[in-house]
């Protein structure tokens, strides 16, 4: 409810004020213009920076041709993914479980949503634009449709009222207009069409691409390793050591995560056959056997601060996760095991030692992009 109050003590001050108050971290969006119709209905394009260059630029971003980005659009996502008017108890809002400082993770094993405690943990939201398949079980195949299954599943918001709403809120009207354009003839100003694409116009801009071990990769001078870090980082790459490589490293770097085989089973669970996984994950949206108990390979940046983790947030420290990949007999066997957790295809490799799993963390820890964290362009808009 708080947001609400908030939003309404917002609209007191009138739309001007809350246009301005809103403007200040983003120059590029200005305030309702001459009133023209051509200044309502128009849109203000945005296009990515490409930050870093090469193969650390953010160009396999997939914008989809019939959702392009403005900046009014990322401005209306931005608040309805804050508002909690978006669900059907007006108490939960996408950000009540997908929290900045968690890296657009929750905290909480399980969140809360309109029916009760959410089936997994709450995935992170970061440098979702290269993906190309969503959630654990990977049920998804755009930000688009899966923000839609988000805020049904988890919001299941009355969507008559909600347009209502939306519809008689000035700064909401108003940016609709600016970001989609002035509906043809008795077409309808706000609909659930638009608000997803709203919200995922903003998702696309979660990008984290600063942490300290992006900058030593590009070889900036202010961003050097430790001893124990480097040998952590030499830990993640080395076949017969973590090799955590082959699972978690795309091409440009970003998610940390391969995105182009992500679904996988990293042994978490013992099954002696197909039908014993407690959570079939994968196999749920596949049918296939082969896919039971394989789960979407979450991004490991900023992991530092998205615990608790995996997709049933089992393990509550980064120790924990490392000491399941650390030895053989850590590692449980299923029919659908990855063939890359290697430990189980070569018993013979030796268990990680005592020194190199916290160097391992250690190296996990510079994947966290700080300004990302508390970017005010990601933040809260009804908490000034
Ligand atoms: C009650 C908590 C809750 C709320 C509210 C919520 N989510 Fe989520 N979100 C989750 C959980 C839990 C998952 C993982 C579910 C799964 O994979 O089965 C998830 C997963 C996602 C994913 C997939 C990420 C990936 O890496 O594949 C996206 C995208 C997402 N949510 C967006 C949203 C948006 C947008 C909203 C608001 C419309 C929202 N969520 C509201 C809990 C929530
Ligand atoms: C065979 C592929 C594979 C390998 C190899 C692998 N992982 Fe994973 N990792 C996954 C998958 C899949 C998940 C998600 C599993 C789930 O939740 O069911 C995961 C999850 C994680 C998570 C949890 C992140 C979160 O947000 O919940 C961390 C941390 C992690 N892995 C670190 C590592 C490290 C460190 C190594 C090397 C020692 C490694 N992984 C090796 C596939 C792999």
Redesign the pocket.
């Known amino acids: 409810m708080r947001h609400l109050s908030t939003l309404y003590a917002l609209m007191l001050c009138g739309l001007t004020v809350l246009l301005l108050a809103e403007c200040k971290h983003d120059p590029a969006i200005k305030p309702a213009g001459n009133g023209s119709n051509d200044t309502l209905y128009t849109s203000t394009p945005y296009t990515f920076e490409q930050t870093g260059g090469g193969i650390y630029s953010y160009r396999r971003v997939k914008v989809p041709d019939d959702n392009l980005e403005s900046y009014e659009g990322i401005r209306l996502g931005r608040m309805l ?1 804050y508002d909690s008017t ?1 669900s059907i108890n007006r108490q ?3 950000g ?3 929290k900045q400082e968690h890296s657009f993770g929750d905290d909480q094993k399980l ?3 309109v029916h009760g405690p ?6 992170t ?1 970061v440098n ?1 634009g290269i ?1 190309s398949i ?4 990977g049920r998804q195949a755009t ?1 688009e449709t ?2 839609d299954d ?2 049904t599943h ?2 299941s918001p009355d969507m008559s009222s909600l347009f209502t709403y939306l519809d008689t809120t000035p700064v909401y009207k108003y940016l609709f207009g600016k970001a989609f354009g002035k509906p043809e003839g008795n077409a309808p100003l706000v609909t659930e069409d638009k608000i997803v694409k709203a ?1 995922a116009q903003f ?1 696309r801009t979660l990008r984290a691409e600063n942490s300290r071990y992006d900058r030593y990769n590009r070889g900036q001078s202010d961003a050097n390793l430790t001893a124990s870090e480097l040998n952590g980082m030499n830990i993640f790459f080395d076949q017969q050591k973590g090799d955590c490589v082959h699972c978690h490293m795309d091409a440009p770097y970003l998610t940390l995560a391969n995105v182009n085989v992500p679904m996988r089973n990293n042994a978490l669970d013992r099954a002696d056959s197909t039908y014993n996984f407690a959570d079939i994950g994968y196999g749920q949206v596949t049918g296939q056997m082969s896919d039971y108990g394989k789960f ?1 390979i979450p991004a490991l940046r900023n992991v530092e601060v998205s615990a608790p983790y995996m997709h049933d947030g089992r393990f509550t420290t980064l120790e924990q996760v490392v000491d399941h990949y650390a030895s053989y007999d850590s590692l449980r066997k299923s029919p659908t095991v990855d063939p890359l957790m290697e430990r189980l295809v070569y018993p013979n490799i030796p268990d990680l030692t005592v020194q190199e799993k916290s160097d391992l963390v250690a190296f996990l820890k510079t994947l966290t992009d700080t300004a990302f964290l508390h970017n005010p362009d990601f933040s809260n808009p009804f908490h000034h």
């Open positions: 993914f978006l939960v809002s996408c009540s479980c997908h969140s809360q949503n959410t089936k997994r943990n709450a995935s939201l979702l993906n969503f959630f654990w079980d930000i899966a923000v988000a805020l988890e919001q919200i998702i979407k």
